[in-house]
């Protein structure tokens, strides 16, 4: 099966190391390449793959949005995102979907075993990411999500666009108040930046951080272990797991995961 990952920059994606693996898990022949996109032609190059037999693609920054322009039919997940991640090529239709809000999810309540129900989230961050992982988060049924960002009008608007969905708040990250909540979601791409958003401290205490970056150790992990967080995670887990429900969604073939997770981790140690 001929498969590809579009970005740009791309030369730095761990996809086809991934896909890799799960092909050699799971039996499945599949041909996986890293292909760099212009930045204002993605559409082309993308029907380029296709024409010459692409049976599936995942898509990366910047691309997600002129992928869920591309797809002629697409998921709920990638309805509610406005974005798109993944695509399956299907006779004429492109099929278009989101897996990175179940990448989360999967390495939230599998991998780590936390219970999302009845609990506070604070999502700091209200770009792509966080487009991708609300509705998957509320379908959890917390307590509340409530997304801060730089930017407080994207914060607000998103949140009552996913009220449907669930208890939602948005606010600017200067209104963050030092209440306790369960779980702290760094959507941003400050870490990208090495920083760290300007919030209060104690909302870490006792609560698990995860930062969607993956890498390195980031300024908001660094922030989460200063104060007292119960756990701190990155987003290498979500990286597999969205990648795995890629996968699946091309090859019907669900890899199993921990080991990827840990083969990744020792590549980047
Ligand atoms: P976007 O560019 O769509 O959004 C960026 C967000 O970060 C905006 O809300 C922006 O605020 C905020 N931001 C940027 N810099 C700062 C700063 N210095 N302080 C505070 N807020 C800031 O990015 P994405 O949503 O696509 O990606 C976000 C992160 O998630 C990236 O680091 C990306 O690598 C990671 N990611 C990880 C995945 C995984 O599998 N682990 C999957 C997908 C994403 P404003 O609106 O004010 O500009």
Redesign the pocket.
């Given at each position: 099966m001929k498969l590809a990952v579009f970005g740009n920059p791309i030369e730095h994606s761990l996809s086809p190391r991934i896909h890799t693996l799960f092909a050699q898990q799971t039996g499945v022949e599949i041909e996986y390449d890293k292909i760099l996109a212009p930045v204002d032609g993605f559409a082309e190059t993308a029907q380029n793959f296709i024409n010459q037999g692409g049976k599936g693609f995942n898509v990366?920054?910047p691309f997600?949005i002129d992928a869920f322009n591309l797809a002629t039919k697409h998921s709920i997940n990638a309805q509610t995102a406005g974005a798109v991640?993944t695509i399956k090529v299907d006779g004429d239709a492109l099929i278009g979907e989101n897996t990175?809000g179940i990448?989360?999810l999967n390495d939230l309540t599998k991998n780590l075993e936390i219970d999302l129900q009845n609990k506070i989230v604070l999502i700091?961050?209200?770009?792509?990411?966080?487009?991708?992982i609300l509705l998957p988060l509320l379908q959890q049924q917390p307590a509340r999500v409530m997304i801060a960002?730089?930017?407080a009008s994207?914060a607000t608007q998103l949140a009552k666009a996913f009220k449907p969905y669930g208890e939602t708040c948005g606010f600017g990250?200067e209104k963050i108040k030092n209440d306790l909540v369960d779980i702290i979601i760094?959507?941003?791409?400050?870490?990208?930046?090495g920083?760290?958003?300007?919030i209060a401290t104690g909302i870490a205490n006792n609560a698990i951080c995860y930062d969607?970056?993956?890498g390195k150790q980031t300024p908001f992990m660094d922030w989460a272990q200063d104060n007292n967080a119960s756990m701190v995670v990155d987003?290498?887990g979500?990286?597999v797991?969205?990648a795995a429900s890629a996968f699946e969604f091309w090859t019907g073939k669900q890899p199993e995961t921990q080991a990827v997770i840990e083969a990744i981790r020792a590549l980047n140690d």
């Amino acid at each position: 099966m001929k498969l590809a990952v579009f970005g740009n920059p791309i030369e730095h994606s761990l996809s086809p190391r991934i896909h890799t693996l799960f092909a050699q898990q799971t039996g499945v022949e599949i041909e996986y390449d890293k292909i760099l996109a212009p930045v204002d032609g993605f559409a082309e190059t993308a029907q380029n793959f296709i024409n010459q037999g692409g049976k599936g693609f995942n898509v990366t920054v910047p691309f997600k949005i002129d992928a869920f322009n591309l797809a002629t039919k697409h998921s709920i997940n990638a309805q509610t995102a406005g974005a798109v991640n993944t695509i399956k090529v299907d006779g004429d239709a492109l099929i278009g979907e989101n897996t990175d809000g179940i990448g989360l999810l999967n390495d939230l309540t599998k991998n780590l075993e936390i219970d999302l129900q009845n609990k506070i989230v604070l999502i700091l961050g209200a770009g792509g990411a966080t487009r991708g992982i609300l509705l998957p988060l509320l379908q959890q049924q917390p307590a509340r999500v409530m997304i801060a960002n730089r930017t407080a009008s994207k914060a607000t608007q998103l949140a009552k666009a996913f009220k449907p969905y669930g208890e939602t708040c948005g606010f600017g990250l200067e209104k963050i108040k030092n209440d306790l909540v369960d779980i702290i979601i760094n959507a941003t791409s400050a870490s990208l930046d090495g920083q760290m958003p300007n919030i209060a401290t104690g909302i870490a205490n006792n609560a698990i951080c995860y930062d969607l970056m993956y890498g390195k150790q980031t300024p908001f992990m660094d922030w989460a272990q200063d104060n007292n967080a119960s756990m701190v995670v990155d987003g290498l887990g979500m990286l597999v797991e969205q990648a795995a429900s890629a996968f699946e969604f091309w090859t019907g073939k669900q890899p199993e995961t921990q080991a990827v997770i840990e083969a990744i981790r020792a590549l980047n140690d």
